[in-house]
């Protein structure tokens, strides 16, 4: 071989050896992948101690953690063994350009009985604790639920100390009666009362323990996957460091207790520093009559002592849930999923381009009790409204067929979809005019809650807002007779629910879709719909 073309030759392989290394950084860049396969079933369980119907996935109830990291890609294979049609959702996860997994009715079809769907999303820029939930046919009052945890990526600094374990608590309200029955009772226009009893991480009272090292400081992710009811969660002699909400690093104030209303979340460092015995771990209704209560152990590893003495008192009234709930704070200096501190973004400083007035109501339609917001009481179209908008099939719904104020009107029945601009940045005004509290979950964002106070929102109400530290979250209370007020960027195109997390209300209908739309139609602002995704009603 000659000079030339020996140059020639190690040249070419030099070529292929970077393209080579350039390959492989790609591969091994790509974000992680975590798989689940998951079996839904019918089983008998006793969470209030009588056998009843709950749906079990792989045989558990509550169902399997899913713990992962930011950007990680999920894939979970979903077998419903169940006689009927079933559909998860993921309460908080933002499924970021992918409204397609978001696991609603609005956006997807259910899984047909004996059938299969998998579902494939990330955890795209996201940290937090949330959790999982059956979302058609009342599903929910049996079960099908389960934690989610997005913890850091390892050279992202978190604002606390790695603790010494990591412990999902679910904490909700829950009825005896079995869920198709209590789907009947709505459908029949009659409503559901008192639930039965107050579960902790799907057990009766005094039927669950967290154990503990004494001197180490542990982290409890708390959600409330209840149907009904605000819920009080405390522990009995140990304070609460508040670190996380929903996916937002807050200030660390310490609390004696938490209200955590309908599908909140909220972490905290809670530190083993009491003579090694067991406490009681309480979570009871909040603004109900009589108080339901679950009981549930901190039990510390040398313990030789049962818990013993009063329960730890609940707060009462609805100021000290207001005043508490004003004190939540954006710890500014703290990074979230990506390396930059929260405070970084100044919400503060962007003007509104629209305000949206959202008010509940209790109308009597047909003879029954349903449920609206600004009197439209929303009915389930037989085709997802996603599918439907995206294959253009006509008369499943109209654009703008949900007010964007209130019209102190008569309810009536509507498919209500709302119009809303890629990257416009809003602020919503939910109004509660009833002597009951209110939580409002919007899928697809987190949103500032900049405001809330009692009576009626004005003008004048912008004058109370926190423009500078107000925590950033994807579920609001509203309390009874009061107002709340958010602020959010649309930077998430797709369908999103915005609902009731009263889950009788949002069964009869106090939700609809947000449609946030760009006419690029590019990649880049949203993907494609999947390969697999099912087809039913009129795009069947």
Known sequence: ???????????????????????????????PYKFFTWNITYGTIYPLGVPQQGILINGQFPGPPIDSVTNDNIIVNVYNNLPEPFLLS???????????????????????PGRNFTYKFQMKDQIGSYYYFPSMFFHKAAGGFGGIKIVSRPLIP???????????????????????????????????????????????????????????????????????????????GHKMKLVEVEGSHTVQNIYDSLDIHLGQSYSVLVTADQPPQDYYMVASTRFTTPTLTGIAFLRYSSSQKSASGPLPPAPTGVDWSLNQARSIRWNLTAS????????????????????????????????????????????????????????????????????????????????????????AFIEIVFQNNEDTIQSWHLDGFSFFVVGMDGGQWTQASMKEYNLFDTVSRCTTQVYPNSWTAIRLALDNVGMWNLR?????????????????????????????????????????
């Open 336 to 423: 979230g999923p990506r390396p930059n501190p929260q405070g970084s973004y100044h919400y503060g400083m962007i003007n509104t381009s629209r305000t949206i007035a959202l008010a509940n109501s209790a109308p009597v339609i047909n003879g029954k009790q349903r449920y609206a917001v600004n009197s439209v009481s929303f009915i389930q179209p037989d085709t997802p409204l996603k599918l439907a908008d995206y294959l253009n099939i006509s008369g499943v719904f109209n654009l703008g067929s949900m007010p964007d104020r209130p019209t102190n009107g008569g309810g009536y029945l509507q498919t209500a979809v709302m119009g809303a601009d890629y990257r």
């Open 500 to 540: 009731s997390e009263n889950w009788s209300r949002q069964y009869l209908g106090q939700q609809f879709y947000l449609r946030v739309y760009t006419p690029v139609g590019s990649f880049r602002d949203e993907y494609s719909i999947p390969n697999n995704a099912l087809k039913c009603g009129r795009a069947g």
């Open 158 to 236: 978190v604002p606390f100390p790695p603790p010494a374990g990591d412990y999902t608590v679910l904490i909700g309200d829950w009825y005896k009666t079995n869920h198709s029955i209590l789907r009947q009772t709505l459908d029949s226009g009659s409503n559901l009362g008192m639930p039965d009893g107050v579960l902790i991480n799907g057990q009766a009272p005094n039927a669950t323990s967290f154990t503990v090292d004494q001197g180490k400081t542990y982290r409890f992710r708390i959600s409330n996957v209840g149907l009904a009811s605000s819920l009080n969660f405390r522990i009995q």
């Open 90 to 112: 993921w309460n908080g996860v933002q499924q970021r350009k992918n409204s397609w997994q978001d696991g609603m009715p609005g956006t997807n079809c259910p899984i047909p």
């Open 1 to 31: 071989m000659g000079l030339i073309q020996r140059k020639s030759w190690e040249l070419l392989l030099s070529i292929l050896a970077l393209a080579l290394a350039l390959f492989s950084s790609s591969v091994t860049a790509e974000d």
